[in-house]
């Protein structure tokens, strides 16, 4: 089917940089990265960096100017580089895809485990 896997995560300090990776594969007829959510324990998935439509990214009040999103230039590889990291972007961060398997079906969403972020102070 589908697998995506998200990896880069890891322990670092407050103030440092880290680039998370997104790839996403499999048998389909076509396949879209939409971007990157966070979910922290306790609390509500979140978008945290997305593709928009016209060339256009999306990102939540939170990460904005810290956090970038982009491609490689194929739509299965995406990676966010988060810089000046906070204690408050701990976090499992977790990317989002959508596929079809023919041109006939809707687009259904696929996760995957997601990678851990955890910025010490």
């Known amino acids: 089917q589908v697998q995506v896997v998200e990896s880069g995560g890891g322990v670092v300090q407050a103030g440092s940089s880290r680039r998370l990776t997104c790839v996403a594969s499999g048998r389909t007829f076509a396949m879209r990265v939409i971007g990157w959510y966070r979910q922290a324990p306790g609390t509500q998935r979140e978008m945290v960096a997305t593709f928009g439509t016209g060339g256009r990214t999306n990102y939540a009040d939170s990460v904005k100017g810290r956090f970038t999103i982009s491609g490689d230039g194929a739509e299965n590889t995406v990676f966010l580089q988060m810089d000046r990291l906070q204690p408050e972007d701990t976090s499992v961060y977790y990317c989002?895809?959508?596929?079809?398997?023919?041109?006939?079906?809707?687009?259904?969403?696929?996760w995957g485990r997601g990678t851990q972020v955890a910025v010490a102070s």
């Open positions: 989002k895809t959508q596929a079809k398997f023919d041109h006939r079906d809707p687009w259904y969403t696929f």
